[in-house]
């Protein structure tokens, strides 16, 4: 069955940087698009970022545009979300998710059918 698992997660001051990872098993990763979500307490789930099966086409929330960047290495299994200019507003738990589909261009959380454990971020001010 597909895996997903995350890392990179911690405690950060406002301004500074975290790079997640999300190393995928049980199924050929470079036939899928993958994505990143995050959930802060009392809020939906929302869509953070995703990356086409080739790595060429990504996607961003607007929230996060120009700061985030995803990646995928498709010989390692695993997509990275370099994250920089973290704010408080980005503390969240943020989720590893993928689709059966090559495309990242789906916006929502059902449209993805399996998701990793989570990871938790927080941005101190």
């Known amino acids: 069955q597909v895996q997903l698992v995350e890392s990179g997660g911690g405690l950060v001051q406002a301004g500074g940087s975290l790079r997640l990872s999300c190393a995928a098993s049980?199924?050929?990763?470079?036939?899928?698009?993958m994505a990143w979500f995050r959930q802060a307490p009392g809020k939906k789930r929302e869509f953070v970022s995703a990356i086409s099966w080739s790595g060429r086409r990504t996607y961003y929330a607007d929230s996060v545009k120009g700061r985030f960047t995803l990646s995928r290495d498709n010989a390692e299994n695993t997509v990275y979300l370099q994250m920089s200019g973290l704010k408080p507003e980005d503390t969240a738990v943020y989720y590893c998710?993928?689709?059966?589909?090559?495309?990242?261009?789906?916006?929502?959380?059902?449209?993805?059918?399996?998701w990793g454990q989570g990871t938790q971020v927080t941005v101190s001010s």
């Open positions: 998710a993928t689709r059966d589909s090559r495309y990242g261009n789906n916006y929502t959380a059902v449209a993805y059918n399996y």
């Open positions: 049980g199924r050929t990763f470079s036939d899928y698009a």
